[in-house]
């Protein structure tokens, strides 16, 4: 069974740092691209950052780059965001999803909910 579960969401300062999990059971990851998305509320989701699981390239919307780091966790099965630098405009539901056909950009593009494996999210609210 495939599950990919995350946590960490937190309410938050503007500023300030916080890392998001997420774990991953039921699928040979190493075929994978693994990544994190947002939505917020009224907003379409967003791909925010992803990383190909055997090779680890990253990639990062524009928004984040700089004060987002993707990384994984090849013997826990375990990926992260750590989020830094955070603003009001951060606050979302934040998404992890693995798919085996889309890679780097194209991930972060064209995943929809309807493709690959989705958690159920983790909220993060920055205030100002």
């Known amino acids: 069974q495939v599950q990919l579960k995350e946590s960490g969401g937190d309410l938050m300062q503007a500023g300030k740092s916080l890392r998001l999990s997420c774990t991953i059971s039921g699928l040979k990851l190493d075929d994978y691209t693994v990544g994190w998305f947002r939505q917020a509320p009224g907003k379409l989701r967003e791909g925010v950052s992803c990383?190909?699981?055997?090779?680890?390239?990253?990639y990062y919307t524009n928004s984040v780059k700089g004060r987002f780091t993707i990384s994984r966790d090849n013997v826990e099965n375990t990926l992260y965001l750590q989020m830094s630098s955070l603003r009001p405009e951060d606050t979302a539901m934040y998404y992890c999803?693995?798919?085996?056909?889309?890679?780097?950009?194209?991930?972060?593009?064209?995943?929809?909910?309807?493709?690959?494996?989705w958690g159920q999210g983790t909220q993060v609210t920055v205030s100002s």
């Open positions: 999803a693995a798919d085996r056909e889309y890679k780097g950009y194209e991930f972060l593009q064209l995943l929809d909910q309807y493709s690959g494996f």
């Open positions: 990383i190909s699981w055997s090779g680890g390239n990253t």
